[in-house]
T-cell receptor
């Protein structure tokens, strides 16, 4: 089966600019996650979707970050305006069921550099 | 809430030597436990997972991990390390019920020397 697809792989922007990342999960996977991984740290959850509804966005900086999952398939994560501290790898993952502990399949990530 | 501690930030081992990466978790009920590996510029690949049953679990690439409830630990081991094992390793804990997402440790970077 095809894996989790993410694009772009790399993005460099200036602070205060906006940027968007795209994720296409594995077909049939109901649950989708966006994680932020800052250099030297483990992934930190930003938002979790179940189909097209938000389950957990408690750690999403909502003043600048937004995410949507229209039709319960693809998802986009947007940052506007970006700050230097947003430099990180943004990982998308998906699972088949609703139970988050079932083990995830991760995409290769988008590496964002804010200058 | 769950949490994971990986005490070792960086470990260096010689090729052919044995390896043990430490992981301690905090969770109020029976956890789901995972080890992931991340090579530079890549996403996370699942090495192995523990849900229930036998506390010694086997994974891919010759890795194994042992769940010790009394020590709240889930250490990763490999009897003989290969140069290609150099990577970042992450331990993660998930809830055994409900819809709680995985929580990751900060990772341990493994270097392999000749």
């Amino acid at each position: 089966e095809a894996g989790v697809a993410q694009s772009p792989r790399y993005k460099i922007i200036e602070k205060r600019q906006s940027v968007a990342f795209w994720c296409n999960p594995i077909s049939g996977h109901a649950t989708l996650y966006w994680y932020q991984q800052i250099l030297g740290q483990g992934p930190k959850l930003l938002i979790q979707f179940q189909n097209n509804g938000v389950v957990d966005d408690s750690q999403l900086p909502k003043d600048r970050f937004s995410a949507e999952r229209l039709k319960g398939v693809d998802s986009t994560l947007k940052i506007q305006p970006a700050k230097l501290e947003d430099s990180a790898v943004y990982l998308c993952a998906s699972t088949k069921g609703a139970q988050g502990g079932a083990g995830y399949t991760f995409g290769s990530g988008t590496r964002l550099t804010v200058v | 809430a769950q949490s994971v501690t990986q005490p070792d930030i960086h470990i260096t081992v010689s090729e052919g030597a044995s390896l043990e990466l430490r992981c301690n978790y905090s969770y109020g009920a029976t956890p789901y436990l995972f080890w992931y590996v991340q090579s530079p510029g890549q996403g996370l690949q699942l090495l192995l997972k523990y849900f229930s049953g036998d506390t010694l679990v086997q994974g891919i690439k010759g890795f194994e991990a042992e769940f010790k409830r009394s020590q709240s630990s889930f250490n990763l081991r490999k009897p003989s390390v290969h140069w290609s094992d150099a990577a970042e390793y992450f331990c993660a804990v998930g809830a055994s019920s409900g819809n709680t997402p995985l929580v990751f440790g900060k990772g341990t970077r493994l270097s392999v020397i000749a």
